[in-house]
């Protein structure tokens, strides 16, 4: 599993969500399953899930 965090707006927040997914789309699809009514603003893979 990958590892991906997304920056989204919800509204006028922009918020930004970790997801471990097998690949980009897999995780898109996830991310959009839980947050409908969503912008994705970027998506990027990252090493490893931090907490900022």
Do not use: H, P, T, W
């Not at 997914?21 to 009514?37: T, W």
């Amino acid at each position: 599993m990958k590892k991906y965090r997304i920056k989204y707006q919800k509204n006028s927040n922009i918020r930004i969500e970790n997801i471990n997914a097998i690949n980009q789309e897999e995780a898109m699809y996830s991310f959009y399953m839980n947050n409908r009514g969503c912008d994705i603003l970027e998506i990027k893979e990252v090493k490893s899930i931090e907490s900022n």
